[in-house]
Structure formats: C-alpha cells, structure tokens
C-alpha cells in the first residue's frame, strides 16, 4: 500500500537540507500534487481543507469591517489592462494570454488575470455616481496566473489562490485608513490564528506594487531565518481613478477622483505554516486551521469495549472540535507517525488500561508531552491544550524570529550577515535605491523588507553610502 | 441619485416579456454588472451573496455523504483533453485557448477548463494503487469557460461559477449508486432550500453528457413554461478509467479498471430562482439563501424612540436571522419598493403608534400579507412566516408545473402543445434519436428533457412514429 511504503522512509531533516525537507512534507502530508502544466499544483483533500479553515476565519473578520464579496470575470482585455501604465509594466511580462475562444482567432488577446484591479476600477467606473455610493469595500476569493519560471508548491505557483479586496472611498484619508486596517486584519490572523509572528511596515519605493503610491506588508521569517512576503495592502491614491476617469460628485456638488485601496494575501500562507513550525517528523499545524483537531486512536482495538470507548469519546468532542477516529487496521506505531505528519495537534489514544482507570492519554503534536487526564475532563483539557499548544508555537516562532534578527551598523557588519547568518538585518538607510541595489548585489539577495511603523535610531547613517540615514529599515532574503 | 432614478422606472411586466422581465431584475436587483468581455459577468455583492449562501449549504450536503473539497488547475494542455475521444468533441468547439505565456510561444496550448474530467483522471492515475484507496470523493467550487455564441445573464455565461464533483469506485454498483445520490442530493436542495420542485430522470442517448453512460438531470420549470436543466450527475463506467489508463489492484490480487461519476451544478440556479419565483416587482427569493431575510424599516424616523426600538428588535433577531436595518434618510415608499426589487423575504416595519401597543407590522413579500404581532413574539412569528413563505413558494411553483404540463397521446397533439402551450409535454416514445430530432424540428425546439424513473403507461406507440414505444418522456423547450 502506498500508505505503508510512505512511513518506512523518513522525511529529509529541517535542518540537514531545508529546502529538500519543504518539498517532502509538502508531498508526504498529502497537501498537493503536480499536473502536466508546470507550476500549476492539485490541492489535495487536506491542503485544500487547510486553505478552507483559513478562508472561513479570514473571511469573518473582512465581513466584520463592513467587506462584502463579488466575483470578477477571470479574463482582462489587453487594452484594459494597458490602461494604468506602472501597473501593465509590472504584469504584461508574466501574463498568460487567450488568443483564440471557441474556433477563431481572438479580435483582441485576454489575460488570464494576474491581478484585478483594472477589472474592478471598469466597475466602479459605472456603479460609483455620487459620494453616497461611496466607500465600495469588495473582496473577492478567487485564483490567479502568473507565468514563473521557477515554481516551487505554495510559495511561487503559476496558478495560486488568494483574496483580493478592492475598496474605492471619498477621501484620501479614508482609503489610506482602510489600507492599515487590513495590515492589522493580516496582523491580527497571522498572530490569533496561525501562530505567526511578523514584522510590519511600509515598502519602500523600489519594493512596491506596480501603480501604488504605498505598500504595507507583513514579512514573517521562516525557520531557516528567510522571509516570506506574507501579505500586502497598498494605497492608490487616485492613479487609478484618474487613468480609468471615475469620478463622483461630491458633497460640494463638484466631481472629484475618488481614492483606492487593494490587499491580498495568498496560498503561500501554508508555505508559511510549514516554514516557521514544521519539524523533523513533518507538519505541526496551528489548531485554528489545522483539519483535524484531535485524532483518536485506541489501543489493542480488538479488546472488548475499547471502540466503543472511542467511539463514545468522539461522539463527546465532535461538536466543539475537529475530531477523526482512526480505527482501521494499521498499527499503533504507523498511525502516530501518519498524524504527526499531518500536524495534528492533539492526539488521544485509548486503550484497556486507560478504560479500567477512567482516564485517556492526551498527546500534544509540538511537545510529544503525554497527558494523563480523567475521561470526564478530556474536553476541557483538549479545549486547554489547544490554546497552550497555540501559544507555545507563536512564541518559538518569535524566539527564533528574534534570534535571528541582527543589527548592522556598518557597510561590512551588514555585508557579513548577508551572508553568513542570514535572518533579518535592521540597518539604517539613506532613502536611496541605488543602496537597495548594491546591497542585494553583494549579499547575494539581501533586500529591504520594510520600513517598520516604530523605528529604531541605531545610527546616524545610511549602512551603505554613509549618506545621512532617513530610516531604519529590516532586510533580509526572500522566498 | 442613481438609486432613486431607479426605482421611478417600474420594470417590464413578467407576463408582458418574460425576457425583459428577467433582465430588467437581474440589473435592478444590482445583482449582475457586464465586463468588456463579451459573456463575463460580474457577480456583485447582492448576487454573489446568493451564491455564498447556496454554496454553503449545498456544500453541507456533499460533506455529509463524505464528499471532501480540492482544487485542480484552472489550464488543461490539450493532448489531456484529447484522451478521451466523446469528451473531447463534446468541449473542444467550446473552448478559450492560452496560447502564449510570459512572452513566449507555448508548445502546447492550454485550454481554459470547460470541465475537469480529465484532470481528476490524470490526478487519480497518480493516487490510486489499490482498492483500499478506493471511493475518492471529490468535489471543487471554482468557474469554467464555454465559449458560448448568445450569452444571457446566469443561464448561459461565457464563464461560469459552479462546483463540479467526481468520484472513482471500486464497483460499477458504487458508482451508480454514487451518481443517484448525488442527483437526491440535487433534488432535495431545490425543493427544501431553494423551494423548487422539478422532474428528474435519465437523459436520452442524445442528450447525455459528452463521455457518460448514463446522465441523470434534474429539470425545474419556470414560470412561463419553459425548462432549465438544472443539475446533472454522470455515470462513466470505466471509459475514462481506460482512456486514461486507471487501474486498481482488487481484492482478488488482480488489476481492474475503476468506476466514475461526476455531477454538477451551476450559477444558472439563480437564473431559476429569478424565473421560478419572481414577480412583478421583483425578486422573491426563498428565505433560506435570501441575503437579507428580514428587513426592519423604522416608520416616522425622527420621532423620539423609533430608532432605538428599531435597534433593539436587530439586536433582539440577529442571532437567528440575516437581518439589515434600514436607517437611511430614504423615503418609506422608495424603501418598500427597493427591498421588494430585492425580494426581501419578510419586512418588519416599526413606527410610534406600533411602538404605543407594543406590536410591529410583518410584510410578507411573497403575498404581500400584513401580520400584526405583539414584539414580543416578534421572533417566532418570522420564524412561522418564513417557513410558511417558502412552503408557499414551493406550492405556487408547483402548481405552475402542473398546470403546464400536458399530455400529447398523438403525433398533432404533441405538435399543437409544443408550438402553442409550451410547458411540459408528457408522451410515448420508441427510444429512436431520429424520433426526437422530428419532434424538435416541428416544434421549433421542443426537446426531451428526461425518461423519469416512473413511467406512466400513457399507449403502446411513439407519439411520433408509431412504433411500439419503450419511454415516456418529459419534452420541453429549454433555457
């Protein structure tokens, strides 16, 4: 069975050969599988499950703010999308392009959208008249192309889910509003939902999106002290409005530009989830938006009463939790190795003894700690443990995001751990991004994250030309 | 203002032109905008809305059979396409091509998905070795392209959004009973959720899906008469099992070819809520995917309490209810028509003489009937009445379904009901296909919509050639 055969061979070491170690959870945790199209990946049964858990909680929280959902034609005229000319610089070259639809030749090609803020500016062109249609906050759950040359599962796919949320408002001061407060929704998931410590803060201008006057970002560090763009909200201003001429009469009887907002965050979100907890033995996914919660697995099933325990257990926590019952016929051993691959959380096994006793043994995914615990407590100790097991990966996350996080005062501290330590690297700058480049040049891609909201005077001076220092900046290699 | 222009216009008569009728609603409900490319359409917040709440609780349904949720990728090359030789000249007319990515020339072009058999066929290749891999259940949520000459707004789209499920099993007894189920599954979602009732049944040899043994369908009629296949579910055998080169080791240790289905439905079901449902002043949507299911309009606004009593009864029914309060300067008249437009199941109006007694008015939106109940019971009043409205709903369609179906015992009664009645046409058939190409050209498109699973013993012979007849079958123009 392939099942079996999986187990016997171990998964390569997280910190023998990194990269080697992604790819084989990534396949082994049965969360994607490749297609004859390069780059484009199936989203299994439980990776898909995981991106579901992840929409459902995130979905919540945009509602909350007043989002509502929409869905957008998949298809963009190239002359839309040439419409805002930083934008179509930064797309076109990785477009993918219609050019014929049932029998004949397309009059004008279609890109598959890379992005769709031309298709949504074509839209509020029409349905925004005047300042009481106004804001327009919409989302949409969609998936998007972009034709990469090198494609790795999660992190950089041809094809990718995401949300994207475009929001259209009166004011300046309310879009750029509406920009933080998605930072702070990204913030806010990535902490109380995945476990994931970031750091936050602005683009600079050379790292921005193609048409935006600003780039927020969330930038959270990987085990092996690489950063993963995580999610971004970006300000428009009224670029947009004014290349797709939407404009609103406002309160003063006038037409003025309205002004624009978009934020995604994408699928590259499990690469994350595997990146900052998997360990030596596979996934450990955050209990918020891991599939399973707990799996029971009883011990010496065939001794009477012992499935029906189990079943009985179940039967208790399934209507608080995630649960599965694993009673088919592989062994104890081949089992615990299968969910802690797949990062469940909690594992309960129950056997003859435990049912004499009255207890169950509570096993924790992060730890491997065993808890003995009376059976008329498990939900509450389950409920317990979920919460400490959540707040004990966040806080190895940040350890370790701390840990690897240097300070370079000067041009060879900075160009040292660039290269040997890796990590994230504050260092002050002068604004220029002629720096930005020589940086990345001699560390071999080292780049500006973010300028973060609370900087920190380390020093006077840009580390790199010496020039008077405008900001501190935190750099670091990406995915 | 753009809204108050609107509800000055009344829209078509439903029975004046059905057509403008239907379009009239879908752009005045703000449920549909037009893209620039011909075909796609966006989905705005109310119509999406729709969407989100058929998805999820359809999406119910298929989990509890144990169905569970993937994604395939949105690009099909077309050798894969091409593997199965019925399917691929059922689509390949039909499809959008991406013939170049990035800058470059492909090698092969891509089709953009009309359907994903064929990759649910390469992806089961992939994971299925033996019989203890045996059912998968998959289903995806996600839009496919036709590429469709005459385009109308959710029943025939260019891109649509849909879930298409697929399964493999072992025997063709699983699989055929998987293919029943699911159409169950279709039916009891359209009688209890959307408050449709259809016939079901089997399509003919001419009308089953491009690749299936078998196809069943269900098939609602709408308010004038006409059919809209409303769901199908495929029985494959193991053709795509042996295009496709898919085999199992069975139980006996031997290597079997395994057995599919794959079953679907789509945004259309919106186009049949419009046509089941609606009336002349707009949507009636069922209460269970109503987005707003209660509307509260606080009459005489500006007197001292309306607004506070009116926020109390939101607080007191939101917990059970979609509920939106309508505090907008908005005059009650433009109120009451806009949230009919909507077809807002139940309005709650509240002003001070109401406040006085301690009632508040129910509207139904169906009957236009008025309740008055103590606001103390306020809750389960709308509770009763929304059950009371979707029974109602479902009876009214009923009703209509009967009234419009006729039965054609001779060759000039079938030609006179399908050129002058529309409707259904119940009648005799001997299972030839050149039988019903006679009937569909007489009549000006009258079609078989399907051979129920009960046949009445209407005579002995084709209604069109006399033959000994084996079927009776429901004929009906179609959407």
């Given at each position: 069975m392939a099942n079996n055969k999986k187990m016997v061979e171990a998964i390569t070491g997280r910190d023998e050969d990194f990269a080697k170690w992604y790819t084989d959870i990534v396949k082994k945790a049965e969360l994607i599988d490749y297609s004859s199209v390069k780059g484009c990946m199936v989203f299994r049964p439980y990776g898909?499950?995981?991106?579901?858990?992840?929409?459902?909680?995130?979905?919540?929280?945009?509602?909350?703010?007043?989002v509502e959902n929409v869905y957008m034609p998949m298809f963009i005229p190239e002359s839309l999308l040439q419409r805002e000319k930083d934008h179509v610089e930064g797309f076109a070259p990785e477009c993918a392009w219609v050019t014929v639809g049932g029998q004949e030749k397309l009059a004008e090609r279609l890109c598959v959208r890379p992005t769709s803020e031309t298709l949504f500016c074509e839209h509020y062109k029409k349905v925004v008249e005047t300042y009481r249609d106004l804001p327009k906050l919409y989302n949409q759950w969609c998936s998007v192309v972009r034709w990469e040359k090198t494609t790795r599962p999660f992190l950089r796919n041809s094809e990718f889910l995401w949300q994207e949320g475009h929001t259209i408002h009166e004011t300046a001061e309310q879009a750029k509003e509406e920009t933080l407060q998605m930072l702070k929704v990204y913030e806010d998931f990535y902490r109380d939902t995945l476990a994931i410590p970031a750091?936050?803060?602005?683009?600079?201008?050379?790292?921005?999106?193609?048409?935006?006057?600003?780039?927020?970002?969330?930038?959270?560090?990987?085990?092996?002290?690489?950063?993963?763009?995580?999610?971004?909200?970006?300000?428009?201003?009224?670029?947009?409005?004014?290349?797709?001429?939407?404009?609103?009469?406002?309160?003063?009887?006038?037409?003025?530009?309205?002004?624009?907002?978009?934020?995604?965050?994408?699928?590259?979100?499990?690469?994350?989830?595997?990146?900052?907890?998997?360990?030596?033995?596979?996934?450990?996914?955050?209990?918020?938006?891991?599939?399973?919660?707990?799996?029971?697995?009883?011990?010496?099933?065939?001794?009477?009463?012992?499935?029906?325990?189990?079943?009985?257990?179940?039967?208790?926590?399934?209507?608080?939790?995630?649960?599965?019952?694993?009673?088919?016929?592989?062994?104890?051993?081949?089992?615990?190795a299968e969910y802690e691959m797949k990062g469940v959380p909690v594992r309960v096994e129950i056997g003859p003894k435990d049912i004499e006793k009255g207890q169950c043994?509570?096993?924790?995914?992060?730890?491997?700690?065993?808890?003995?615990?009376?059976?008329?407590?498990?939900?509450?100790?389950?409920?317990?443990t979920l919460q400490e097991i959540h707040d004990a990966m966040y806080e190895r996350a940040l350890k370790n995001m701390q840990e690897k996080t240097h300070v370079a005062l000067t041009h060879d501290e900075f160009l040292q751990l660039g290269k040997e330590q890796g990590g994230f690297i504050k260092a002050m700058w002068c604004g220029d991004s002629e720096c930005e480049d020589i940086l990345k040049d001699e560390t071999g891609g080292v780049k500006s994250r973010c300028i973060p909201f609370e900087e920190e005077h380390l020093s006077d001076v840009c580390v790199c030309c010496g020039k008077p220092a405008k900001h501190m900046v935190y750099w670091g290699k990406q995915y």
């Open positions: 898909y499950a995981i991106w579901e858990n992840i929409q459902a909680d995130m979905d919540k929280r945009f509602k909350k703010t007043g750091v936050v803060g602005r683009k600079t201008e050379k790292e921005k999106f193609a048409g935006a006057e600003i780039t927020y970002t969330i930038e959270p560090m990987m085990h092996n002290g690489v950063a993963l763009q995580g999610g971004t909200s970006h300000y428009f201003g009224d670029g947009f409005a004014k290349s797709f001429d939407i404009k609103f009469q406002g309160r003063d009887n006038k037409l003025h530009y309205p002004h624009q907002t978009s934020w995604g965050v994408s699928t590259r979100m499990i690469g994350a989830i595997i990146m900052v907890h998997g360990d030596d033995d596979g996934l450990v996914l955050p209990p918020k938006i891991s599939p399973i919660q707990v799996v029971i697995l009883p011990i010496a099933m065939h001794k009477e009463g012992v499935l029906e325990k189990a079943n009985e257990l179940k039967a208790s926590l399934e209507d608080k939790f995630r649960v599965k019952l694993d009673d088919s016929d592989h062994a104890p051993g081949w089992k615990f043994v509570v096993v924790r995914r992060d730890t491997r700690e065993k808890i003995f615990t009376p059976i008329e407590n498990l939900s509450e100790t389950i409920e317990k």
